[in-house]
């Protein structure tokens, strides 16, 4: 899903983006500071609406702050001194953070309600780390492993299209995108210590 989202939509966002990104670069912004700009942002907003239960809210300013990704890794490109190493560390390394931090706000307002479903919050924290960790490691030794159903895009949108009809009333929709979000990491972890077990 994810690869076939880069082929058909990738170049006309990158061609509307980068007159913006080129701009942010003029101002001083670099790439990095973008990227510690959004991560703050979703984390902060993920913890402090979510966890009040101001889902809609929470989902818009988290969904704002997560497009930041779109524009780092551009300004990255154009960029003669961000695209380094270390700027890919610190995307990476802020990503898990940003994701951790959106289930942990969705974790403590289900465990203050008494929901049972904050066990499956947990079970998505976990497999949201495990998923990138498996592809680290595979990597470090040698193997590419870019297989599995559920990518980050694919994760982010599930869950916070759930938490945004959560935030309009419909009260099936956070519940459901939790088992969801469940069910394809799983299928994801299992795809990818599969792909690392044949290599």
Same mark, same amino acid.
């Given at each position: ?23 942010? @670069?003029?101002i ?20 402090? &609406?979510?966890?009040?239960?101001? #889902?809609?809210?929470?989902?818009? @300013?988290?969904?704002? &702050? ?19 190493? *270390?700027?890919?560390?610190l ?8 994701d951790?931090?959106?289930? %942990?706000?969705? *974790? ?8 049972d ?5 947990i079970?998505? @924290? #976990? ?15 040698? =193997? ?11 994760r982010?949108? %599930?869950? @916070? ?17 939790? *088992?969801?979000?469940? &069910? =394809?990491?799983? %299928?994801?972890? %299992? ?9």
């Amino acid at each position: 899903m994810y690869p076939m989202i880069q082929r058909y939509f990738k170049a006309p966002v990158t061609a509307f983006i980068t007159p913006i990104c080129r701009a942010l @670069l003029r101002i001083g912004l670099s790439a990095n500071a973008i990227t510690v700009i959004g991560a703050a942002g979703v984390a902060f907003s993920s913890i402090y &609406f979510f966890a009040r239960g101001e #889902f809609f809210l929470g989902t818009l @300013l988290v969904s704002l &702050f997560a497009l930041s990704d779109l524009f780092d890794g551009t300004m990255a490109r154009i960029s003669k001194s961000d695209g380094t190493p *270390w700027g890919a560390l610190l995307d990476s390394t802020l990503d898990r953070i940003s994701d951790a931090a959106i289930v %942990i706000g969705i *974790w403590i307002y289900l465990f203050n309600e008494g929901s049972d479903l904050h066990v499956l919050a947990i079970a998505a @924290l #976990f497999l949201g780390g495990l998923i990138p960790y498996i592809r680290a490691k595979a990597e470090s030794l040698g =193997i590419e492993c870019s297989v599995g159903f559920a990518e980050r895009p694919e994760r982010l949108i %599930i869950l @916070l299209v759930g938490t945004g009809l959560y935030g309009l009333g419909l009260d099936f929709a956070l519940g459901l995108s939790l *088992w969801l979000l469940v &069910f =394809i990491s799983s %299928i994801t972890v %299992i795809q990818r210590m599969k792909a690392v077990h044949q290599a």
